[in-house]
T-cell receptor, first 115, second 113 residues
Framework: GENVEQHPSTLSVQEGDSAVIKCTYS??????FPWYKQELGKRPQLIID?????GEKKDQRIAVTLNKTAKHFSLHITETQPEDSAVYFC??????????????FGQGTILTVHP | DVKVTQSSRYLVKRTGEKVFLECVQD?????MFWYRQDPGLGLRLIYF???????EKGDIPEGYSVSREKKERFSLILESASTNQTSMYLC????????????FGPGTRLTVL
């Protein structure tokens, strides 16, 4: 089955700095890669996603890059703000069949943005 | 707005008890999932269902079973609770016709004594 490794497990930055979280996956059949943000005491919510036919996707201060050859993808947050503090999870998903929608998550990264 | 609810926010049970966790959604989504969340391990898929009465094992199904008798309701069952099942349990739904996004419930923190 799919295995997703996420690094670092904790990340501490100053407000205004950039933050990068990296994930690697094992199954070359995976073709959908979402990122979820979970604020303290809240449920995870999708913040951005990318498909394997795209190398990069950006949404305001967040961006995701994908390297299919190397089987890794990264989340980039620029101009970090205290409200970006949360746990971030990457995930990978295969295409089609009865497994459609099944996500394998990384271990999570606790991001702390200091004012 | 997608609404996913779970039967309890906090639950305390004793070893050996049968435990039912329920998830209800109001958006007619086909796919429903049960995860457990543990620090340092992320979210791990226990079971998922892509239709009424259909279920598939996830990555850690041992010790759990599920039931989906109606489209809007997906139940997770711990046949005989053990202390290593103490965890946060999250339900999620997905409308596979239109989107890959999973919508999560608020979670149930289960403690097994």
């Amino acid at each position: 089955g799919e295995n997703v490794e996420q690094h670092p497990s904790t990340l501490s930055v100053q407000e205004g700095d950039s933050a990068v979280i990296k994930c690697t996956y094992s199954d070359s059949a995976s073709n959908y890669f979402p990122w979820y943000k979970q604020e303290l005491g809240k449920r995870p919510q999708l913040i951005i996603d990318i498909r394997s036919n795209v190398g990069e996707k950006k949404d305001q201060r967040i961006a995701v890059t994908l390297n299919k050859t190397a089987k890794h993808f990264s989340l980039h947050i620029t101009e970090t703000q205290p409200e970006d503090s949360a746990v971030y999870f990457c995930a990978a998903s295969p295409a089609g069949g009865t497994s459609y929608g099944k996500l394998t998550f990384g271990q999570g990264t606790i991001l702390t943005v200091h004012p | 707005d997608v609404k996913v609810t779970q039967s309890s926010r906090y639950l305390v049970k004793r070893t050996g008890e049968k435990v039912f966790l329920e998830c209800v959604q109001d958006m007619d989504h086909e796919n429903m999932f049960w995860y457990r969340q543990d620090p340092g391990l992320g979210l791990r898929l226990i079971y998922f269902s892509y239709d009424v009465k259909m279920k598939e094992k996830g990555d850690i199904p041992e010790g759990y079973s599920v039931s989906r008798e109606k489209k809007e309701r997906f139940s997770l069952i711990l046949e005989s609770a053990s202390t290593n099942q103490t965890s946060m349990y999250l339900c999620a739904t997905q409308d596979r016709r239109f989107s890959d996004t999973q919508y999560f419930g608020p979670g149930t923190r289960l403690t097994v004594l």
